[in-house]
């Protein structure tokens, strides 16, 4: 089976903090994906990868950066965490294009 | 610019009974169409899907979806729903065509709410 791991269920953050969100894939896949889920908003695409050292802004990309060194790790980078970013953050993998995405358990961020 | 709506935020229904989520899309080009299953404090997992073919997809668990290109639409049914099917369905679609990078456009959800 194919597994998405994210390196944390739950995070609690300071305001002002630089924080890192690990997602790891196991199936060689060569696309990843950075989504956050808020209620009433559905999954709203943050940034996207297609290959090593490749990115891509999605919907909402502010306040974001992104880092894809090697083919199976993406990392989500709040680089000072705000308030408003307290959210569900899912990572998603895909093995080419179009079709079904994978998805991670989730990290539930509280930025306090 | 292409977007997908779930016409309902929620849904109750009792046990046993027939369920429809509705999920409508919109795009200039030909789409492949996902519906997901989000159980509580879990991450997504795929429901079914339509690439090509059958428009007539089905899942292990009952649940079917009718892909109706001409009414630009994916409804997710099932025939009698458990208590085990609460749960949040996300409609989502990606586009087919060569430059696509493939990312998934999803629907803000549909709460299904099964009660005994």
């Known amino acids: 089976d194919v597994k998405v791991t994210q390196s944390s269920r739950y995070l609690v953050k300071r305001t002002g903090e630089k924080v890192f969100l690990e997602c790891v894939q196991d199936?060689?896949?060569?696309?990843m994906f950075w989504y956050r889920q808020d209620p009433g908003l559905g999954l709203r695409l943050i940034y996207f990868?297609?290959?090593?050292?490749?990115?891509e802004k999605g919907d909402i990309p502010e306040g974001y950066s992104v880092s894809r060194e090697k083919k199976e790790r993406f990392s989500l980078i709040l680089e000072s965490a705000s308030t408003n970013q307290t959210s569900m953050y899912l990572c998603?993998?895909?093995?080419?294009?179009?079709?079904?995405?994978?998805f991670g358990q989730g990290t539930r961020l509280t930025v306090v | 610019a292409q977007s997908v709506t779930q016409l309902d935020s929620q849904v109750p229904v009792f046990e046993e009974a027939p369920v429809e989520l509705r999920c409508n899309y919109s795009?200039?080009?030909?789409?492949?169409l996902f519906w997901y299953v989000q159980y509580p404090n879990q991450g997504l997992q795929l429901l079914l899907k339509?690439?090509?073919?059958?428009?007539l997809v089905e899942s292990i668990n009952g649940f079917e979806a009718e892909f109706n290109k001409s009414q630009t639409s994916f409804h997710l049914r099932k025939p009698s729903v458990h208590i085990s099917d609460t749960a949040e369905y996300f409609c989502?679609?990606?586009?087919?065509?060569?430059?696509?990078?493939?990312?998934?456009?999803f629907g803000k959800g549909t709460k299904l709410s099964v009660k005994p």
């Open positions: 795009s200039s080009v030909s789409v492949y």
């Open positions: 998603a993998s895909s093995p080419r294009m179009n079709t079904e995405a994978f």
């Open positions: 199936m060689d896949h060569e696309n």
């Open positions: 990868s297609y290959d090593v050292k490749m990115k």
């Open positions: 339509y690439l090509s073919g059958s428009t």
């Open positions: 989502a679609v990606s586009l087919n065509y060569g430059g696509s990078q493939g990312n998934l456009i």
